[in-house]
Every structure is written in C-alpha cells, then in structure tokens.
C-alpha cells in the first residue's frame, strides 16, 4: 500500500504526463500526445480527460477507428457532457455510422438546448445527411440564439429553398447580405429567383457572384443561367471567357458548345464539345450534346468518329455509347464511300438494342439502315418496336408506312 506521500508524488507525476500531453495536442504534435495518454489511461482508465483527450488524439491524425472507443467511454464517465457527444457524434460520422450519430448530436441538444453550437451541429448533421425538413427547425431555432451566424444563416436559407420557402429564403440571405457581401450568397439568392421564376433576377445575381468570384462554378452557373433562358451572344461571351480561364474544365467546354450551337455556329459547336470529351472521355454529356451539334456539322466527320469510337471503347455496356458511334460512322460517310462499313453500323446499333431493349431511337434507325437496304422484312419490327416504346416518333411512323 501506497503512503500518502508517494500517492501524492504518483498524483503529481500523472498530472504532469497529462499536462505534457496537452501541450502536445494543443501544438499540433498528434502522435507525441496519443503515446503520452496511451501510458495513462492504463493508469486512469476511469479518467473522462485522459479518455476524451485521448479518443481526440487519435481523430486529429486522423484513426477515427481508434478513437471511437475512446470518445464512448468518456461519454460514460461524464453523460451530461454535450461537447463529449458532440466529438463522439462528429467521430461517429466520420465512420459512416449516421444514426448512432445522430442520437448524440439529439441527446447534446437535450443537454443544452440553449447552446448555439449544439442545435447548429444537429441541423448541420441533417442538412449533410439530405434530410431537409428534419433540419429546419434546428436550423431556425440556431438562428434565434445567434442572429448574426453567417453560417447557420447560410443553411437555412438553403434549407427554406429546398423546401420551397422562398420568401423566407429570400429573406434571410438579404439579412447575410448586410453582414457579408459575399459570392455564395449571392449564388444562393439567384438560385431563389430562378426558383422564384424571376429570371432576369436570376441572371443579375449569378452575375454579381461571377464579378466577386469568378471561379468555375459561379462561371459556369451565370453562363447556364444565360443559356437557359436563351440569351444567347451573353451566353456564348461567358462561357469563351470562362473557358479561357479555366481550359481544363469539360462541363465549361460543354456549355460553350451548347451556347454556340443554339446560336447556330455549329462548326464551332463541334470544336468546343470535341475538347469537352478529350477533356473528359468518360463524360456521357459530352457526347450527348456532340451528337446533337455533330447533326448540323458533318465537317468534321473523321475527328467526330474518332470522339465516338473511344467512348464505345471506354463503355462497351452502353447502349447509347454503340449508338452514338454508329450513328457517328452512318452519317460521317455516305452510301457510297467504300470505307462504309454498313454490317458493322448493323452490328452496333444490334449490340445496342440489346443491351437497351427500350431505345426507341436505336430501333428505329436499325429499322431506317434496313429500310435503305430494302430489307422490308427485317425492318418493319424494329419500327414496331420504336413506336412500343416512343409512339411520337413521327419519322418512324413515315417509315413503317413505306415499309
């Protein structure tokens, strides 16, 4: 048995390793304080500081696997504690175990119902786990404890929008907007004018948050916004700068393509799309909108095929990947170039019915290749199958008639 003198000493000497452990933490060296706190919590296994600081140690390196054990147990040493089941619900998230995690985030909003930072943390876990209507609340009743929190402001105002409280969206980001000028609010409130079918609006405000930040998503937002509302020379001026600066982004290449073909520059169409996919080969958009533009521009057959020839390489499971790429080659080169491979547009287009029995488009143009070889027989069901699955296929109708 100890004296009482060297139960001090023991004491003192314990203390000193723990306070050596925070000074470790609290400067960053992670590792240093977990194996100074590995060594006392088998001394103080029933320590809520050494147990919690520990379970900390272990998140900040990051081995949240590790640390979970550490952060319940502190829980069970001190259950009244909100900030410990704030850390051990934050960790919990971190392992993908959502619904032990938000039994701790609901038990630290019991705990303090009037903290701020609890009832935040809980609308923030269910705006990041999509559950909207369940965050609201939390959400608005955070914003009644700290008005002037631009973040929580920030949710909530997305939140109101996704749950179609315009007004009140609306509303709370002219409140941010007194406090902070910034791009995202001003993203987010075209994105309400556009809910709000205010377009022009809506275009005005993507514009704002282009000019204070010009980053390829608030780019990219203000020229689709031109582009969805066909204001079309804006549009195109947009996206050719956007792509200037940032040359390496698909989807910016893409809606260039889109605003130069709807104001109907289609050779310069095709260019834009053709980057869009060498920049992104894996990106069906790209070819989907390549294949529209690709209609109105056959001079660039060969690059066009190659473009198609790669995708269908990439994704030989895709339907739409075959056919794009014997559409590609049927309208590329005509009847009577030798190079026409027609058994092998057949052989595509059969590839792709199969694997997509409900491609009205494919079948109808396997039925349209049959046709113009006057192979009738063949031809008339795939036209049947077509008008199954599509019955507004007018050219298939034509067709079937001839037939």
């Known amino acids: 048995?100890?004296?009482?003198?060297?139960?001090?000493?023991?004491?003192?000497?314990?203390?000193?390793?723990?306070?050596?452990?925070?000074?470790?933490?609290?400067?960053?060296?992670?590792?240093?304080?977990?194996?100074?706190?590995?060594?006392?919590?088998?001394?103080?296994?029933?320590?809520?500081?050494?147990?919690?600081l520990l379970g900390m140690a272990y998140v900040a390196q990051p081995q949240d696997s590790k640390a979970t054990a550490?952060?319940?147990?502190?829980?069970?040493?001190?259950?009244?504690?909100?900030?410990?089941?704030?850390?051990?619900?934050?960790?919990?998230?971190?392992?993908?175990?959502?619904?032990?995690?938000?039994?701790?985030?609901?038990?630290?909003?019991?705990?303090?119902?009037d903290s701020y930072d609890t009832v935040h943390n809980l609308g923030e876990f269910y705006v990041t786990a999509k559950?909207?209507?369940?965050?609201?609340?939390?959400?608005?009743?955070?914003?009644?404890?700290?008005?002037?929190?631009?973040?929580?402001?920030?949710?909530?105002?997305?939140?109101?929008?996704?749950v179609g409280r315009v007004a009140d969206a609306r509303r709370q980001v002219a409140d941010?907007?007194?406090?902070?000028?910034?791009?995202?609010?001003?993203?987010?409130?075209?994105?309400?004018?556009e809910k709000d079918g205010n377009s022009v609006a809506a275009a005005n405000e993507f514009q704002a948050a282009a000019h204070l930040d010009p980053s390829e998503s608030n780019l990219f937002d203000w020229g689709s916004e031109l582009l969805l509302h066909r204001t079309l020379d804006p549009a195109v001026e947009v996206f050719h700068k956007a792509t200037?600066?940032?040359?390496?982004?698909?989807?910016?290449?893409?809606?260039l393509g889109m605003a130069l073909y709807s104001r109907g520059n289609y050779d310069e169409a095709v260019k834009s799309l053709l980057r869009a996919t060498d920049l992104d080969p894996a990106d069906a958009r790209a070819y989907l909108f390549l294949s529209k533009a690709y209609d109105s521009s056959p001079n660039q057959a060969e690059?066009?095929?190659?473009?198609?020839?790669?995708?269908?390489?990439?994704?030989?499971?895709?339907?739409?990947?075959?056919?794009?790429?014997?559409?590609?080659?049927?309208?590329g080169r005509r009847v009577e170039d030798a190079t026409l491979d027609l058994h092998q547009i057949e052989?595509?287009?059969?590839?792709?019915?199969?694997?997509?029995?409900?491609?009205?488009?494919?079948?109808?143009?396997?039925?349209?290749?049959?046709?113009?070889?006057?192979?009738?027989?063949?031809a008339i069901p795939e036209y049947l199958k077509a008008l199954e699955r599509n019955p507004d296929l007018g050219d298939a109708h034509y067709r079937l008639g001839q037939a």
């Open 244 to 255: 200037g600066r940032y040359p390496n982004s698909p989807r910016l290449a893409i809606g």
């Open 347 to 378: 052989d595509l287009l059969r590839k792709a019915v199969a694997l997509h029995p409900a491609y009205a488009e494919a079948h109808q143009q396997l039925g349209n290749l049959y046709s113009d070889q006057k192979k009738y027989t063949e």
């Open 1 to 52: 048995m100890l004296s009482p003198v060297q139960a001090q000493t023991d004491h003192r000497q314990l203390d000193r390793e723990f306070q050596a452990a925070v000074s470790d933490y609290n400067s960053g060296h992670f590792r240093a304080a977990a194996a100074r706190l590995q060594k006392l919590v088998r001394e103080l296994p029933d320590s809520f500081d050494v147990q919690e």
């Open 176 to 193: 941010l907007l007194k406090q902070k000028d910034t791009a995202e609010l001003h993203n987010l409130l075209a994105q309400i004018e």
């Open 303 to 331: 690059d066009v095929i190659q473009r198609f020839r790669r995708f269908a390489q990439l994704q030989p499971e895709n339907a739409r990947a075959l056919y794009y790429y014997a559409m590609s080659l049927w309208k």
């Open 131 to 162: 559950k909207i209507s369940e965050a609201l609340p939390y959400l608005e009743q955070a914003q009644q404890l700290k008005p002037s929190s631009y973040d929580n402001g920030y949710d909530l105002s997305l939140a109101c929008l996704h």
């Open 70 to 113: 550490h952060l319940e147990k502190a829980v069970q040493l001190n259950p009244k504690s909100a900030p410990a089941r704030t850390n051990l619900a934050t960790n919990l998230i971190r392992l993908g175990k959502l619904g032990p995690a938000e039994a701790e985030f609901k038990k630290a909003v019991e705990l303090e119902p």
